[in-house]
């Protein structure tokens, strides 16, 4: 191939790679926005979006078209171009990552537990409002999502943390502050009584889970038939 085509070819590719390179950055934010773990560091959600998103193959489409520009190369801005957008691209993309997970935050979790839920028939309702009394009682650590089990027997709600945080030694103060009394602390799992209500917390990888409900009423559901194969700690906080 003449000088001039090969130099023609090289800067069409290394506009090709650029535009893949942002369109790349784009959709692994739009990823991380929806998918991405808010207790994770930008290192850590860029390396999940590129192993288990779609981030990996933009990588892997820019790689190919900014080394053919660089095969094609006849000019060192070329080739340094050529290196530089698959770069930048990573760059962007850590970038990127923190503004993603923080929007996440903002529009998927809240800063506290909610356990009322408009058209809960009784006497869920009833239990529901009673459980709601119970966390707004207390001061609460991390992030919460709106999924849990609510109704007659407690109302459990999982939260993430978005930093290292001592769950149970948060509680432990909030709960001494509330009046509260600890009737259990195994290290484990935390219990706690006050006028005939009971409140629980258990931590869990990248977060935990707490619940409200009466003294009569078994932690977590635990013991309840309909619980009996249920996890404490939910696979997805």
Known sequence: MPVTGRAVSATVL????????????????????????????????????????????????????????????????????????????????????????????????????????????????????????????????????????GGVGGCTRGFKLSGDADVLEHYRGALAAAGWEVVEDDGRQLRAHLNGRAFAVMPCPGGGVIWAGSEDDSSFGQGRPEFANTEICPHDL
């Open 14 to 149: 290394l506009f090709i790679g650029a535009g893949l390179a942002l369109l790349a950055v784009l959709v692994h934010y739009e990823f991380m926005r929806i998918y991405g773990d808010v207790t994770g560091t930008a290192f850590e959600g860029l390396t999940w979006g590129l192993t288990a998103g779609p981030s990996g193959l933009g990588l892997s489409l820019v790689a190919v078209v900014t080394i053919s520009a660089f095969m094609l190369s006849t000019r060192r801005w070329m080739r340094l171009t050529a290196v530089a957008i698959p770069v930048l691209m990573l760059a962007g993309m850590f970038a990127v990552t923190p503004s993603a997970l923080g929007q996440r935050l903002e529009t998927q979790y809240v800063s506290s537990p909610q356990c009322v839920i408009e058209g809960t028939q009784e006497p869920m309702a009833s239990a529901d409002r009673e459980a709601q009394q119970v966390f707004d009682s207390i001061s609460h650590i991390g992030h919460f999502s709106g999924g849990g089990i």
